[in-house]
């Protein structure tokens, strides 16, 4: 299984940034996707995922009403839109795949190499 991450960068505040997310090796259809982030010093935090086979999505409560987790089956991707960027919402953001609708990092499967979003005020 591979996930491959994309779409950072560096944004004002109050911008946006899609980022992507193409698996390989796995059915994208029978899996939970979701996204996390790490800051420099901090843990792997939760931010959004979704379950395609049960139409499930849930959101870390910080990103609530900003971003926006949504898949494409025929693409194997997953995307996360993000708008009205924070400086607080800096951070390498990775994608994850698993079997668990539980928000817990430890509870992902596979990981993809992470994407560099940067937020300045």
């Known amino acids: 299984v591979q996930l491959q991450a994309s779409g950072g960068g560096l944004v004002q505040a109050g911008g946006s940034l899609r980022l992507s997310c193409v698996a390989s090796?796995?059915?994208?259809?029978?899996?939970?996707m979701g996204w996390f982030r790490q800051a420099p010093g901090k843990e792997r935090d939760f931010v959004a995922m979704?379950?395609?086979?049960?139409?499930?999505?849930r959101y870390a409560d910080s990103v609530k009403g900003r971003f926006t987790i949504f898949g494409d089956n025929a693409k194997n991707t997953v995307y996360l839109q993000m708008n009205n960027l924070k400086p607080e919402d800096t951070a390498v953001y990775y994608c994850?795949?698993?079997?668990?609708?539980?928000?817990?990092?430890?509870?992902?499967?596979?990981w993809g190499q992470g994407t560099q979003v940067t937020v300045s005020s």
């Open positions: 979704l379950s395609r086979l049960g139409g499930s999505i």
């Open positions: 994850a795949s698993g079997n668990s609708f539980a928000t817990g990092a430890g509870f992902m499967d596979y």
């Open positions: 090796g796995v059915t994208f259809s029978s899996y939970v």
